[in-house]
């Protein structure tokens, strides 16, 4: 689930003009990031900069920055709408008991034996293990399997078109009362 950081990293790439397009991302994703911590945490965004700031300096190679002008720029950049809002759906989206990570469907073939176990089999059943990894509450990643047949594979399949059919009839509705969605498509 993306949550417009491309959009953000193509409006910082037009102003910081120079910069790799890489390291513009991974400036991104880091506010973005901090900016959910913070929500998280429902802390006052100067306190959270000078927290942050605290733990840059305890570390080995130290902060080398100038403390008060770093932290009146982080302040700023995390204050920003385009930053918060984001955030803020991020940390509502994740705010569940589990949320997914990935998934990824493993397929096998299973021969059959028969009663001679040293006879080679005849047929085989065609299996499909679905692996899907998740963060539980703080965000512990645990993973859970089960196991599908082509019928379950169509099933699913079904109700992932259904549920996208419902996005899209959502988003409509969001529109008509003047509500941008945050997730892209």
Do not use: W
Request: glycine letters at 4%.
């Amino acid at each position: 689930m993306k949550l417009r950081t491309e959009e953000v990293t193509e409006a910082v790439l037009k102003l910081a003009q120079g910069y790799p397009r890489r390291e513009v991302e991974q400036a991104v994703d880091v506010l973005s990031s901090l900016s959910v911590v913070r929500l998280m945490a429902d802390v006052d965004v100067e306190v959270f900069v000078n927290d942050v700031i605290d733990a840059m300096e305890a570390q080995e190679e130290g902060f080398t920055a100038n403390r008060e002008e770093f932290g009146a720029r982080l302040s700023e950049v995390l204050s920003y709408p385009s930053v918060v809002a984001p955030a803020k759906a991020r940390s509502i989206l994740i705010d569940h008991a589990n949320y997914l990570c990935r998934a990824r469907i493993l397929s096998d073939i299973r021969p059959v034996f028969g009663s001679d176990v040293e006879q080679t089999p005849t047929t085989a059943v065609v299996t499909h293990t679905l692996k899907l990894s998740y963060h539980r509450g703080t965000g512990t990643l645990r993973d859970f399997f089960v196991v599908l047949d082509r019928n379950d594979l169509d099933e699913l399949s079904r109700l992932i078109e259904r549920a996208k059919a419902k996005e899209k009839t959502l988003h409509v509705t969001l529109a008509a009362a003047g509500i941008e969605p945050l997730l892209t498509d």
